[in-house]
């Protein structure tokens, strides 16, 4: 699966968000970095204006920080920040989950079938961007059944604070292989319309989330 989004096919403002972003949550921009505009002019080989306004978007979602008289910093991590979205995750996702399995249509499970295929597929390359992107579209996915728009916007938000926490939980030794089993056995408790299963499964992919970044600690 290729990434949702084409940097080519995008506006100036578009792509320059959408590059940094990329960069941001798979860590090559690492947590505390001072990010010099002119360096990103030159890297990224857009314009200042598009990039500040990439920027000031990035720190709406809390993925920088914008400094007075400083300059711009990458947001540092906390693990008490990743327990405390966990927590909210958990409330939400649960609920997700049970109006998922309620309302997901067969063209909804045979979509999220492909799209754990194409993570599976990334997961075998080694492709960190593209497993990261494959993991986000499963969630939104998911979300989607749910028919509840209210809920989606709220995991949206949520997913994209967690998205450098995934970065450091999929890196972990061995994780990926459960994720992979779990993914699976998400898909099939939707696809049975088992509202106990499908949050069931949920809740253990995310306490399996929360496990491997503990035990990177």
């Not at 319309?193 to 970044?213: C, G, M, P």
């Amino acid at each position: 699966m290729n990434r949702e989004s084409d940097p080519v096919d995008l506006s100036r403002n578009e792509q320059a968000y959408v590059l940094l972003k990329d960069r941001l949550t798979t860590l090559a921009y690492p947590p505390g970095e001072f990010l010099n505009i002119a360096t990103l002019v030159e890297s990224l080989e857009i314009g200042r204006t598009p990039i500040n306004h990439a920027l000031h978007r990035l720190a709406t979602e809390g993925l920088v920080q914008v400094i007075p008289r400083k300059g711009v910093v990458v947001s540092p991590l906390s693990i008490n920040d990743a327990l405390h979205l966990i927590e909210v995750r958990l409330a939400n996702e649960r609920l997700c989950a049970r109006l998922a399995a309620e309302r997901i249509t067969a063209a909804e499970v045979e979509d999220l079938r492909k799209v754990a295929a194409a993570f599976d597929a990334a997961v075998s390359t080694r492709d960190m961007p593209l497993i990261m992107n494959c993991d986000r579209l499963f969630h939104e996915r998911i979300a989607a059944a749910s028919g509840n728009s209210i809920l989606i916007e709220i995991l949206k938000v949520l997913h994209a604070r967690s998205q450098r926490f995934w970065a450091i939980s999929l890196a972990a030794e061995g994780h990926l292989a459960e994720v992979m089993v779990e993914h699976q056995e998400i898909v099939a408790a939707l696809a049975a319309n088992d509202v106990d299963a499908a949050v069931r499964t949920v809740d253990a992919h995310i306490q399996s989330f929360r496990q491997s970044l503990l035990r990177g600690r």
